[in-house]
């Protein structure tokens, strides 16, 4: 598939007017939720006040939320400076020329495009290296058209999922690139700082540092060789490096599960040992090699366990269970991608399913041997992580990224056996078809299909659409006006309005949908799902003086379906406890304050 004859297109120039199309279009949608700040997801609002305390004197290396829990102290965030640092330098250069809350809003409009062009920067040059050059000019097109991809770099989205995606990209562009000692440091510093932004992206780090492996392995290159030893020295010492810049010197002795800690540090570095001893003498044998290989992995899950054996068992084991049945299963994005209905699977699925179909193509096409290295790396790298996506939905992004240049192979071959057909009717049958292979026209056709085979999928999906018609948000500029009024309080409020509450607010929360502050977390909900005597209880020992809830808020609902006695449910009938009172704050628009009266 050579390219055609005529003037030659750059992929970065192509790149930066796809991006540019791409958030404009995302800026117009989006600009009422800009002119409110109107959070889509409440892990946003809670970055935006991790970046405060930061502007505000809190220390670089203090990330606990203090205005959370605080009958316990507060609570230390999972979360990375690496997310935090360029949003607060942006409201810090912002702030003498607007104002502190016209540089925060401004940031949160415009940061997320910023980092988009990272992404589509990644895609034009690593794309660029594979010998149908179409690929980098297509990718970032497609990345452009790319629903669930650009909505992690919607306007207002200023958590960590984008870097993720980024990071990921990286690793890749690193993987496709001739074997060299250079291009593994590049893999393995960009896995440290995925890993370091969440611990979520260790499957696809293991994924790379495998492909490099296996590589070296099979082939026993010396490049490969390098390329392994770089990537791994660079992933060991850099999670290292990255975890004592961003999280101090504490970070390095204390063991989380749900973050890069050291368990991980010391699993990476007892991986590298095997890998290091092959630059001294490597082997000759297969076995021998995979032998080694198989030590390391070895060396690397005792590691882990011995430091942390909690860990072997997930992040999230030590939830309560009332945690889990309230708040953990309704995150439909950490859930698997079937359980959102046919239109959001077939979405998230379909891309992949044809950049799989796409680079197989590609490396058939192809007799080189370092060109069908290159796809295969895209494929595997792409199977790896549909995999993902299928058990974690927001996974698909990072799989998307790995699609796209699949997809475009795929797009114009059918498009170029299309145009060759001599018949008329079979070209234009044929054209349809290899437009129906775009990954967007796709992914609306797969979601029909699935709905007409599976009745129960579409039922899921009205029940995921009627969830996102409801209005979440009930705190409107008047309300928080109001609340802010007040002085300064202990609230209890649903899990999903904490992060808002602490963004547009003055006041401390009980606790928010974060689950390192698990126990503060069970108490919200057993006070919420309870009786008004165990609920009295709960709130009286978190020393919380208001409760404050939407009644339309999803989670809110799950508290009152419970039963008829549930604190939720006579707060929302209307039918109070007596040690309750309310408070005349935003009833028009659905907020609903209550009073905890002096024991």
Request: with cysteine.
């Amino acid at each position: 598939m050579d390219p055609p004859a005529g003037r030659p297109r750059s992929p970065l120039l192509i790149a930066c007017f796809a991006w540019a199309m791409a958030v404009t279009i995302q800026l117009v949608m989006q600009w009422p939720a800009i002119a409110a700040l109107d959070f889509s997801d409440p892990d946003d609002a809670m970055r935006m006040a991790q970046v405060r305390d930061l502007l505000a004197g809190q220390g670089w290396w203090d990330l606990h939320q203090y205005r959370v829990n605080p009958a316990d102290g507060g609570v230390l965030m999972h979360w990375s400076r690496i997310v935090d640092a360029p949003i607060a330098l942006g409201v810090l250069i912002l702030r003498p020329l607007f104002g502190q809350p016209m540089a925060e809003q401004v940031m949160m409009a415009l940061w997320p495009a910023m980092t988009a062009a990272i992404l589509f920067l990644i895609c034009a040059f690593a794309f660029r290296g594979l010998s149908d050059r179409r690929i980098a000019i297509g990718a970032p097109i497609l990345l452009a058209a790319s629903a669930p991809l650009m909505g992690q770099f919607r306007p207002l989205h200023v958590d960590h999922h984008g870097w993720q995606v980024i990071f990921a990209a990286l690793m890749l562009s690193q993987a496709i690139r001739p074997a060299s000692r250079q291009s593994g440091i590049l893999a393995g510093l960009a896995g440290a700082a995925l890993l370091a932004v969440s611990i979520e992206g260790l499957p696809i780090v293991t994924l790379f540092a495998a492909l490099a492996a296996i590589r070296w392995a099979l082939n026993a290159r010396r490049e490969d060789r390098d390329r392994l030893i770089g990537m791994m020295g660079a992933l060991a010492m850099g999670a290292a490096l990255v975890q004592f810049v961003t999280r101090g010197p504490a970070s390095l002795v204390d063991s989380w599960c749900d973050a890069l800690s050291p368990p991980y540090i010391a699993a990476f570095g007892a991986a590298f040992l095997p890998v290091a001893a092959i630059g001294f003498n490597s082997p000759r044998s297969l076995a021998l090699r995979l032998a080694m290989l198989a030590a390391a992995g070895l060396l690397a899950a005792g590691a882990l366990v011995l430091v942390a054996p909690q860990c072997a068992s997930g992040p999230f084991a030590s939830l309560d269970p009332v945690v889990v049945r309230f708040w953990y299963v309704h995150i439909l994005e950490g859930r698997p991608v079937w359980l959102s209905g046919a239109t959001i699977t077939a979405a998230m699925i379909v891309p992949a399913l044809l950049g799989l179909a796409g680079s197989a193509m590609a490396w058939r096409a192809h007799v080189d041997a370092a060109e069908r290295r290159r796809w295969t790396v895209i494929f595997v790298a792409l199977a790896g992580a549909t995999i993902l996506a299928l058990l974690v939905m927001r996974a698909s992004a990072t799989a998307h990224v790995f699609a796209l240049p699949g997809c475009v192979w795929l797009t114009l071959s059918a498009w170029t056996r299309a145009r060759s057909i001599g018949s008329a009717p079979m070209r234009m049958a044929a054209t349809a078809g290899a437009v129906m292979t775009l990954p967007f026209t796709a992914g609306v056709v797969a979601a029909q299909a699935l709905q007409l085979a599976f009745p129960r999928l579409k039922a899921v999906d009205e029940i995921v659409l009627s969830a996102n018609e409801v209005d979440q948000m009930c705190l409107k500029r008047d309300a928080v006006r109001a609340l802010n009024a007040l002085p300064q309080e202990t609230v209890l409020v649903p899990l999903d309005l904490g992060g808002p509450m602490l963004f547009w607010t003055h006041h401390r929360l009980v606790a928010t949908g974060h689950h390192r502050n698990n126990k503060a977390m069970a108490d919200t909900i057993n006070a919420f799902i309870g009786t008004a005597d165990q609920a009295e209880t709960v709130v009286r020992r978190r020393k919380a003086t208001l409760i404050v809830f939407c009644r339309t808020a999803n989670d809110f609902r799950y508290y009152r379906s419970v039963g008829r006695n549930s604190l939720a449910q006579r707060l929302d009938a209307g039918n109070p406890p007596a040690w309750l009172e309310p408070v005349a704050i935003g009833r028009e628009y659905g907020l609903s304050v209550w009073r905890v009266k002096p024991e």
